[in-house]
Protein backbone atom coordinates (compact mmCIF):
# COMPACT_ATOMS: atom_id res chain seq x y z
CA UNK A 1 0.00 0.00 0.00
CA UNK A 2 0.72 3.71 -0.41
CA UNK A 3 0.51 5.35 2.80
CA UNK A 4 0.61 8.95 3.54
CA UNK A 5 2.07 9.46 7.50
CA UNK A 6 1.30 12.83 8.81
CA UNK A 7 3.94 13.65 12.34
CA UNK A 8 6.80 11.15 10.98
CA UNK A 9 9.07 13.39 13.19
CA UNK A 10 6.94 13.40 15.87
CA UNK A 11 6.94 11.05 18.72
CA UNK A 12 4.12 8.71 17.29
CA UNK A 13 4.83 9.12 14.06
CA UNK A 14 9.20 7.86 14.39
CA UNK A 15 7.81 4.49 15.96
CA UNK A 16 5.01 3.90 13.27
CA UNK A 17 7.31 4.49 10.25
CA UNK A 18 9.52 1.79 10.68
CA UNK A 19 6.45 -0.80 11.05
CA UNK A 20 5.24 0.69 8.25
CA UNK A 21 8.13 -0.12 6.22
CA UNK A 22 8.93 -3.51 7.71
CA UNK A 23 5.48 -4.45 6.20
CA UNK A 24 6.30 -3.75 3.02
CA UNK A 25 4.33 -0.72 2.54
CA UNK A 26 5.38 2.34 0.79
CA UNK A 27 5.13 5.49 3.34
CA UNK A 28 5.19 9.49 1.73
CA UNK A 29 5.47 11.01 4.94
CA UNK A 30 4.14 14.55 5.09
CA UNK A 31 6.51 17.26 7.18
CA UNK A 32 7.26 20.59 7.60
CA UNK A 33 10.51 20.93 7.23
CA UNK A 34 12.65 17.89 5.40
CA UNK A 35 15.98 18.79 7.43
CA UNK A 36 14.39 16.96 10.20
CA UNK A 37 13.51 13.94 9.09
CA UNK A 38 15.70 10.92 10.32
CA UNK A 39 17.30 9.63 6.78
CA UNK A 40 20.23 8.27 8.60
CA UNK A 41 17.76 5.68 10.34
CA UNK A 42 16.82 3.68 7.63
CA UNK A 43 18.61 1.36 4.91
CA UNK A 44 19.07 2.16 1.40
CA UNK A 45 16.21 -0.57 0.62
CA UNK A 46 13.87 1.05 3.38
CA UNK A 47 14.88 4.73 1.83
CA UNK A 48 13.34 3.93 -1.63
CA UNK A 49 9.87 3.23 -0.52
CA UNK A 50 9.69 6.49 1.53
CA UNK A 51 8.97 10.15 -0.13
CA UNK A 52 9.57 12.77 2.40
CA UNK A 53 7.17 15.92 0.67
CA UNK A 54 7.32 19.35 2.45
CA UNK A 55 3.77 20.90 3.37
CA UNK A 56 2.36 23.29 6.11
CA UNK A 57 -1.16 21.46 7.04
CA UNK A 58 -2.27 25.19 8.37
CA UNK A 59 -1.91 26.30 4.82
CA UNK A 60 -3.67 25.06 2.22
CA UNK A 61 -2.19 26.14 -0.78
CA UNK A 62 1.05 23.94 0.18
CA UNK A 63 -1.08 20.82 -0.20
CA UNK A 64 -2.84 21.84 -3.40
CA UNK A 65 0.50 21.70 -5.55
CA UNK A 66 0.89 17.79 -4.13
CA UNK A 67 -0.26 15.04 -6.42
CA UNK A 68 1.07 11.99 -4.90
CA UNK A 69 -2.21 9.22 -4.92
CA UNK A 70 -2.46 7.12 -1.60
CA UNK A 71 -3.98 4.18 -0.62
CA UNK A 72 -4.60 5.14 3.22
CA UNK A 73 -3.44 8.10 5.61
CA UNK A 74 -2.48 8.69 9.13
CA UNK A 75 -3.77 11.78 10.93
CA UNK A 76 -0.95 12.16 13.43
CA UNK A 77 -0.65 15.81 14.42
CA UNK A 78 -1.90 18.39 17.01
CA UNK A 79 -1.44 21.59 18.12
CA UNK A 80 -2.24 21.40 22.19
CA UNK A 81 1.48 22.60 22.95
CA UNK A 82 1.69 25.49 20.73
CA UNK A 83 1.04 27.95 23.31
CA UNK A 84 -1.64 29.45 21.21
CA UNK A 85 -4.75 30.37 23.20
CA UNK A 86 -6.63 29.50 20.33
CA UNK A 87 -4.92 26.10 19.05
CA UNK A 88 -8.50 24.14 18.35
CA UNK A 89 -9.13 26.78 15.61
CA UNK A 90 -5.05 25.35 14.57
CA UNK A 91 -6.25 21.91 14.74
CA UNK A 92 -9.34 22.46 12.80
CA UNK A 93 -8.09 24.05 9.98
CA UNK A 94 -5.12 21.08 10.23
CA UNK A 95 -7.65 18.65 9.29
CA UNK A 96 -10.07 20.75 7.32
CA UNK A 97 -7.24 20.94 4.64
CA UNK A 98 -6.00 17.13 5.67
CA UNK A 99 -9.52 15.97 4.64
CA UNK A 100 -9.62 17.37 1.49
CA UNK A 101 -6.33 16.93 0.32
CA UNK A 102 -7.21 12.68 1.11
CA UNK A 103 -10.27 13.55 -0.90
CA UNK A 104 -8.79 14.83 -3.92
CA UNK A 105 -6.35 11.63 -3.97
CA UNK A 106 -9.22 8.94 -3.81
CA UNK A 107 -7.27 7.51 -0.46
CA UNK A 108 -9.66 4.42 0.54
CA UNK A 109 -9.01 4.98 4.75
CA UNK A 110 -8.21 7.78 7.23
CA UNK A 111 -6.90 6.70 10.35
CA UNK A 112 -6.63 8.84 13.28
CA UNK A 113 -5.49 8.99 16.42
CA UNK A 114 -7.16 11.00 19.68
CA UNK A 115 -8.33 10.66 22.82
CA UNK A 116 -11.04 9.43 24.46
CA UNK A 117 -13.81 11.78 24.74
CA UNK A 118 -16.46 9.78 26.98
CA UNK A 119 -17.35 12.55 29.85
CA UNK A 120 -19.94 15.00 29.11
CA UNK A 121 -17.59 17.51 30.19
CA UNK A 122 -14.86 17.55 28.21
CA UNK A 123 -11.71 19.90 28.37
CA UNK A 124 -10.42 22.33 25.77
CA UNK A 125 -7.95 19.93 24.44
CA UNK A 126 -10.33 16.74 24.63
CA UNK A 127 -12.88 19.02 22.65
CA UNK A 128 -10.47 19.94 19.96
CA UNK A 129 -9.41 16.44 19.36
CA UNK A 130 -13.41 15.26 19.13
CA UNK A 131 -13.86 18.41 16.99
CA UNK A 132 -10.38 16.73 14.83
CA UNK A 133 -12.71 13.62 14.96
CA UNK A 134 -16.25 15.31 13.70
CA UNK A 135 -14.21 17.56 10.58
CA UNK A 136 -12.56 13.97 9.35
CA UNK A 137 -15.58 12.32 9.09
CA UNK A 138 -17.07 14.37 6.62
CA UNK A 139 -14.61 12.94 4.02
CA UNK A 140 -16.29 11.06 1.79
CA UNK A 141 -13.30 8.61 2.45
CA UNK A 142 -14.16 5.89 5.38
CA UNK A 143 -12.38 7.15 8.56
CA UNK A 144 -10.87 5.09 11.31
CA UNK A 145 -10.72 6.63 14.87
CA UNK A 146 -8.90 5.36 17.74
CA UNK A 147 -9.58 6.73 21.08
CA UNK A 148 -6.32 6.36 23.58
CA UNK A 149 -6.18 6.88 26.77
CA UNK A 150 -2.78 8.36 28.63
CA UNK A 151 0.19 6.73 26.48
CA UNK A 152 2.90 4.84 28.45
CA UNK A 153 6.47 4.45 26.90
CA UNK A 154 9.86 5.95 26.76
CA UNK A 155 10.02 9.22 25.62
CA UNK A 156 6.24 9.85 26.04
CA UNK A 157 4.88 12.55 27.93
CA UNK A 158 3.24 10.93 30.31
CA UNK A 159 5.77 8.47 31.17
CA UNK A 160 8.44 11.43 31.72
CA UNK A 161 5.69 13.65 33.61
CA UNK A 162 5.03 10.32 36.27
CA UNK A 163 9.01 9.62 36.39
CA UNK A 164 9.85 13.76 37.09
CA UNK A 165 7.22 13.52 39.89
CA UNK A 166 8.34 10.55 41.29
CA UNK A 167 11.89 10.77 40.95
CA UNK A 168 12.10 14.27 42.48
CA UNK A 169 9.40 14.21 45.19
CA UNK A 170 9.71 12.19 48.06
CA UNK A 171 6.45 13.62 49.69
CA UNK A 172 3.74 15.24 47.24
CA UNK A 173 1.18 17.82 48.08
CA UNK A 174 -0.80 16.75 45.08
CA UNK A 175 -4.30 18.28 43.92
CA UNK A 176 -7.05 16.52 43.85
CA UNK A 177 -7.15 15.52 40.29
CA UNK A 178 -4.83 12.27 41.45
CA UNK A 179 -7.93 11.37 42.25
CA UNK A 180 -9.16 10.76 38.81
CA UNK A 181 -9.34 7.29 37.05
CA UNK A 182 -7.73 6.56 33.74
CA UNK A 183 -6.96 3.53 31.73
CA UNK A 184 -2.78 3.90 30.57
CA UNK A 185 -2.26 1.69 27.64
CA UNK A 186 1.72 0.99 26.70
CA UNK A 187 2.93 2.67 23.16
CA UNK A 188 3.49 -0.81 21.90
CA UNK A 189 0.33 -1.53 22.18
CA UNK A 190 -0.92 1.70 20.81
CA UNK A 191 1.68 0.94 17.34
CA UNK A 192 -0.39 -2.49 17.10
CA UNK A 193 -3.56 -0.85 16.69
CA UNK A 194 -2.49 1.69 14.52
CA UNK A 195 -0.91 -0.90 12.48
CA UNK A 196 -4.07 -3.47 12.83
CA UNK A 197 -6.72 -0.95 11.50
CA UNK A 198 -4.74 -0.27 8.47
CA UNK A 199 -6.74 -2.01 5.25
CA UNK A 200 -9.46 -3.42 7.85
CA UNK A 201 -12.64 -2.66 5.93
CA UNK A 202 -13.96 -3.94 9.43
CA UNK A 203 -13.30 -1.02 11.06
CA UNK A 204 -13.63 1.67 8.57
CA UNK A 205 -16.30 4.57 9.64
CA UNK A 206 -16.35 3.77 13.13
CA UNK A 207 -14.49 5.11 16.36
CA UNK A 208 -12.65 2.32 19.21
CA UNK A 209 -11.85 3.23 22.60
CA UNK A 210 -8.05 1.80 23.18
CA UNK A 211 -6.37 1.29 26.60
CA UNK A 212 -4.47 -1.02 29.04
CA UNK A 213 -5.74 -3.50 31.07
CA UNK A 214 -6.01 -1.53 34.14
CA UNK A 215 -7.80 1.44 35.17
CA UNK A 216 -6.02 3.38 37.77
CA UNK A 217 -6.10 6.75 39.00
CA UNK A 218 -3.13 8.90 38.53
CA UNK A 219 -1.91 8.43 42.15
CA UNK A 220 -2.20 4.52 41.90
CA UNK A 221 -0.27 5.37 38.81
CA UNK A 222 2.38 7.36 40.69
CA UNK A 223 2.59 4.81 43.57
CA UNK A 224 3.03 2.14 40.99
CA UNK A 225 6.16 3.98 39.06
CA UNK A 226 7.44 4.14 42.87
CA UNK A 227 7.17 0.71 43.27
CA UNK A 228 8.85 -0.65 40.16
CA UNK A 229 11.57 1.80 41.01
CA UNK A 230 12.05 0.45 44.58
CA UNK A 231 11.25 3.96 46.05
CA UNK A 232 9.53 5.07 48.92
CA UNK A 233 6.94 7.70 48.42
CA UNK A 234 4.21 9.49 50.01
CA UNK A 235 0.86 11.70 48.40
CA UNK A 236 -1.13 13.89 50.19
CA UNK A 237 -4.10 15.25 47.90
CA UNK A 238 -5.57 18.81 48.82
CA UNK A 239 -8.67 20.29 47.45
CA UNK A 240 -6.86 24.05 47.81
CA UNK A 241 -4.65 23.73 44.87
CA UNK A 242 -6.71 25.83 41.80
CA UNK A 243 -6.07 24.63 38.19
CA UNK A 244 -3.38 27.80 38.14
CA UNK A 245 -1.60 26.48 40.83
CA UNK A 246 -1.52 22.81 40.01
CA UNK A 247 -0.32 23.91 36.30
CA UNK A 248 2.69 25.94 38.11
CA UNK A 249 3.15 22.72 40.06
CA UNK A 250 3.43 20.69 37.16
CA UNK A 251 5.76 23.30 35.69
CA UNK A 252 8.18 23.80 37.78
CA UNK A 253 8.45 20.26 38.89
CA UNK A 254 8.65 18.79 35.52
CA UNK A 255 9.83 19.32 32.24
CA UNK A 256 6.52 20.14 30.58
CA UNK A 257 6.14 24.00 28.75
CA UNK A 258 3.70 26.13 30.73
CA UNK A 259 0.96 26.37 27.90
CA UNK A 260 1.08 22.49 28.10
CA UNK A 261 0.62 22.44 31.97
CA UNK A 262 -1.95 24.25 31.85
CA UNK A 263 -3.71 22.35 29.18
CA UNK A 264 -2.80 18.86 31.12
CA UNK A 265 -4.52 20.62 34.40
CA UNK A 266 -7.66 21.15 32.24
CA UNK A 267 -7.63 17.70 31.01
CA UNK A 268 -6.81 15.84 34.06
CA UNK A 269 -10.22 16.48 35.26
CA UNK A 270 -11.44 14.05 32.76
CA UNK A 271 -12.00 10.01 33.20
CA UNK A 272 -10.27 8.50 29.80
CA UNK A 273 -11.84 5.24 30.69
CA UNK A 274 -13.07 2.86 27.96
CA UNK A 275 -16.62 2.24 27.42
CA UNK A 276 -15.81 -0.78 25.42
CA UNK A 277 -14.25 -3.19 23.90
CA UNK A 278 -14.94 -3.71 20.46
CA UNK A 279 -11.43 -3.31 19.10
CA UNK A 280 -10.33 -6.67 20.41
CA UNK A 281 -12.80 -8.18 17.90
CA UNK A 282 -11.16 -6.92 14.60
CA UNK A 283 -7.91 -6.26 16.04
CA UNK A 284 -6.80 -9.37 18.81
CA UNK A 285 -3.44 -8.30 20.67
CA UNK A 286 -2.15 -8.88 23.73
CA UNK A 287 -2.65 -5.45 26.15
CA UNK A 288 0.37 -4.97 27.91
CA UNK A 289 -0.31 -4.38 31.94
CA UNK A 290 0.78 -0.73 33.35
CA UNK A 291 3.87 -2.34 35.61
CA UNK A 292 5.08 -3.66 32.66
CA UNK A 293 4.61 -1.11 30.08
CA UNK A 294 7.04 0.85 32.71
CA UNK A 295 9.60 -2.27 32.56
CA UNK A 296 9.83 -1.49 29.04
CA UNK A 297 10.18 2.01 29.00
CA UNK A 298 13.31 1.47 31.38
CA UNK A 299 14.54 -1.23 29.03
CA UNK A 300 14.88 1.45 26.66
CA UNK A 301 16.70 4.18 28.71
CA UNK A 302 19.06 1.70 30.15
CA UNK A 303 19.91 0.40 25.74
CA UNK A 304 19.87 4.00 25.29
CA UNK A 305 17.81 3.38 22.72
CA UNK A 306 15.03 5.62 22.95
CA UNK A 307 13.29 6.05 19.54
CA UNK A 308 11.39 9.35 19.99
CA UNK A 309 10.79 11.99 22.96
CA UNK A 310 7.74 14.48 23.39
CA UNK A 311 9.90 16.67 24.19
CA UNK A 312 11.71 17.31 20.71
CA UNK A 313 7.99 18.86 20.01
CA UNK A 314 9.00 22.67 18.57
CA UNK A 315 5.51 23.73 19.70
CA UNK A 316 6.31 23.13 23.06
CA UNK A 317 8.69 26.06 23.13
CA UNK A 318 8.79 29.71 21.33
CA UNK A 319 10.85 28.36 19.10
CA UNK A 320 9.87 29.63 15.54
CA UNK A 321 9.22 26.58 13.65
CA UNK A 322 11.64 27.30 10.65
CA UNK A 323 14.44 27.13 13.56
CA UNK A 324 16.84 25.17 11.41
CA UNK A 325 17.08 28.21 9.06
CA UNK A 326 19.30 29.85 12.42
CA UNK A 327 22.68 27.03 10.85
CA UNK A 328 24.43 29.56 9.68
CA UNK A 329 25.59 31.61 13.20
CA UNK A 330 25.59 35.30 12.29
CA UNK A 331 29.05 36.95 12.63
CA UNK A 332 28.19 40.83 12.81
CA UNK A 333 26.92 42.45 15.71
CA UNK A 334 27.72 39.52 17.85
CA UNK A 335 29.49 38.99 20.65
CA UNK A 336 31.91 35.40 21.04
CA UNK A 337 33.81 33.51 23.20
CA UNK A 338 35.89 30.99 21.63
CA UNK A 339 37.85 28.33 23.53
CA UNK A 340 40.57 26.19 21.07
CA UNK A 341 42.04 23.39 22.95
CA UNK A 342 44.63 21.06 21.70
CA UNK A 343 44.64 17.26 22.40
CA UNK A 344 46.56 14.27 21.36
CA UNK A 345 44.03 11.52 21.83
CA UNK A 346 41.85 9.87 19.37
CA UNK A 347 39.33 12.47 17.91
CA UNK A 348 36.43 10.15 17.73
CA UNK A 349 36.47 9.88 21.49
CA UNK A 350 36.44 13.76 21.77
CA UNK A 351 33.29 13.22 19.65
CA UNK A 352 31.84 10.87 21.60
CA UNK A 353 32.02 13.64 24.55
CA UNK A 354 30.30 16.06 23.01
CA UNK A 355 27.81 14.30 21.69
CA UNK A 356 27.11 12.95 25.59
CA UNK A 357 27.08 16.44 26.53
CA UNK A 358 24.17 17.81 28.76
CA UNK A 359 21.27 15.68 30.33
CA UNK A 360 22.18 13.33 32.64
CA UNK A 361 26.28 13.63 32.22
CA UNK A 362 26.00 17.24 32.44
CA UNK A 363 28.22 20.09 31.09
CA UNK A 364 31.32 18.81 32.48
CA UNK A 365 32.24 21.73 34.60
CA UNK A 366 30.01 23.89 37.01
CA UNK A 367 27.28 22.17 36.68
CA UNK A 368 25.43 23.61 39.88
CA UNK A 369 26.26 26.78 38.10
CA UNK A 370 24.03 25.62 34.75
CA UNK A 371 21.37 23.95 37.20
CA UNK A 372 21.17 27.37 38.86
CA UNK A 373 20.52 29.21 35.44
CA UNK A 374 17.92 26.41 34.45
CA UNK A 375 15.88 27.57 37.49
CA UNK A 376 16.53 31.12 36.38
CA UNK A 377 15.26 30.67 33.16
CA UNK A 378 12.32 28.38 34.81
CA UNK A 379 11.36 31.51 37.03
CA UNK A 380 10.88 33.28 34.23
CA UNK A 381 8.62 31.32 31.92
CA UNK A 382 11.84 29.43 30.08
CA UNK A 383 12.36 25.46 29.43
CA UNK A 384 15.00 25.26 32.24
CA UNK A 385 17.17 22.31 32.24
CA UNK A 386 14.31 19.72 32.53
CA UNK A 387 14.16 17.95 29.65
CA UNK A 388 17.46 16.34 29.51
CA UNK A 389 18.01 14.98 26.19
CA UNK A 390 16.12 12.06 24.29
CA UNK A 391 18.99 9.87 24.30
CA UNK A 392 22.52 9.98 26.72
CA UNK A 393 24.65 9.04 23.59
CA UNK A 394 22.90 9.85 20.18
CA UNK A 395 22.12 13.29 19.16
CA UNK A 396 19.66 14.35 15.80
CA UNK A 397 18.48 17.86 14.47
CA UNK A 398 15.84 18.81 15.98
CA UNK A 399 16.34 17.34 19.28
CA UNK A 400 16.07 18.77 22.70
CA UNK A 401 18.91 19.37 24.88
CA UNK A 402 18.41 20.51 28.14
CA UNK A 403 17.53 24.40 27.49
CA UNK A 404 18.92 24.07 23.93
CA UNK A 405 17.94 22.78 20.70
CA UNK A 406 20.28 20.61 18.63
CA UNK A 407 20.52 22.29 15.41
CA UNK A 408 23.69 20.23 13.32
CA UNK A 409 24.91 17.19 14.51
CA UNK A 410 27.17 16.41 12.06
CA UNK A 411 29.38 13.10 13.73
CA UNK A 412 31.42 12.13 10.82
CA UNK A 413 32.64 15.46 10.74
CA UNK A 414 32.71 16.15 14.36
CA UNK A 415 30.47 19.36 14.55
CA UNK A 416 27.36 20.07 16.97
CA UNK A 417 25.37 23.01 16.71
CA UNK A 418 23.20 23.77 19.35
CA UNK A 419 20.45 27.20 19.75
CA UNK A 420 19.25 28.53 22.93
CA UNK A 421 15.56 28.41 24.35
CA UNK A 422 16.22 29.43 27.34
CA UNK A 423 14.59 33.42 28.09
CA UNK A 424 17.17 35.76 26.69
CA UNK A 425 17.26 38.85 25.91
CA UNK A 426 18.68 37.95 22.23
CA UNK A 427 19.83 34.77 20.67
CA UNK A 428 22.76 32.85 21.40
CA UNK A 429 24.21 29.28 19.92
CA UNK A 430 26.99 27.37 21.11
CA UNK A 431 29.55 25.16 18.78
CA UNK A 432 31.97 22.00 19.28
CA UNK A 433 33.86 21.36 15.73
CA UNK A 434 36.87 18.93 16.00
CA UNK A 435 39.81 20.47 13.70
CA UNK A 436 42.88 19.12 12.73
CA UNK A 437 45.66 21.12 13.97
CA UNK A 438 49.21 20.85 12.78
CA UNK A 439 50.19 18.60 15.13
CA UNK A 440 47.20 16.93 16.86
CA UNK A 441 43.45 17.48 16.42
CA UNK A 442 41.61 20.79 18.02
CA UNK A 443 38.49 21.37 19.89
CA UNK A 444 36.74 24.63 18.88
CA UNK A 445 34.41 25.69 21.25
CA UNK A 446 32.57 28.76 20.30
CA UNK A 447 29.79 30.71 22.39
CA UNK A 448 28.10 33.46 19.78
CA UNK A 449 25.59 35.70 21.57
CA UNK A 450 23.53 38.33 19.60
CA UNK A 451 22.13 41.18 21.53
CA UNK A 452 18.73 42.71 21.53
CA UNK A 453 18.96 45.96 22.18
CA UNK A 454 20.70 47.66 25.40
CA UNK A 455 19.41 45.17 27.72
CA UNK A 456 21.04 42.33 25.73
CA UNK A 457 24.52 44.47 25.72
CA UNK A 458 24.33 44.71 29.90
CA UNK A 459 23.13 40.99 29.65
CA UNK A 460 26.35 39.68 28.12
CA UNK A 461 28.73 41.63 30.35
CA UNK A 462 27.15 40.50 33.57
CA UNK A 463 27.77 37.04 32.62
CA UNK A 464 30.83 37.72 31.21
CA UNK A 465 32.73 36.46 34.65
CA UNK A 466 31.25 33.40 35.07
CA UNK A 467 32.11 32.27 31.14
CA UNK A 468 35.16 32.85 32.10
CA UNK A 469 35.59 30.17 34.41
CA UNK A 470 33.08 28.01 32.74
CA UNK A 471 34.07 27.85 29.15
CA UNK A 472 37.41 27.10 29.52
CA UNK A 473 36.91 24.70 32.17
CA UNK A 474 33.91 22.51 30.01
CA UNK A 475 36.65 22.70 26.83
CA UNK A 476 39.65 21.41 28.79
CA UNK A 477 37.77 18.35 30.51
CA UNK A 478 35.42 17.47 27.34
CA UNK A 479 39.13 16.60 25.86
CA UNK A 480 40.19 15.06 28.79
CA UNK A 481 37.48 13.00 30.04
Not at 354 to 367: L, M
Request: proline fraction near 3%; glycine fraction near 6%.
Amino acid sequence: MRILLTGSTGYIGRRLLPVLLAGGHTVICLVRDKRRFDWEDFSDNELKRIQVIEADLTTGDSLSEITVNIDAAYYLVHSMSSGSADFDALERLSSENFRDYCDRCNAQQIIYLSGIVNDTQLSHHLLSRKQVEDVLKTSRIPVTVLRAAIIIGSGSASFEIIRDLVEKLPVMIAPRWLNTRCQPIGIRNVIEYLQGVLGNVETYNQSFDIGGPDVLTYKQMLLQYAAVRKLKRWIITVPVLTPRLSSLWLYFVTATSMSLARALVDSLKNEVVCMDSRIHKFVPIELLPYRTTLQLAFEKISQRNVVSSWKDSISLTTLDRDFLNNIRVPDFGVYIDKRVVSFARPATEVIENVWKIGGNTGWYYGNVLWRIRGIMDKLVGGVGLRRGRRSDVDLKAGDALDFWRVLVADKERGRLLLLAEMKLPGEAWLEFTIKKGTKSFELHQIATFRPLGLWGRVYWYLVLPFHGFIFPNMAQRICTR
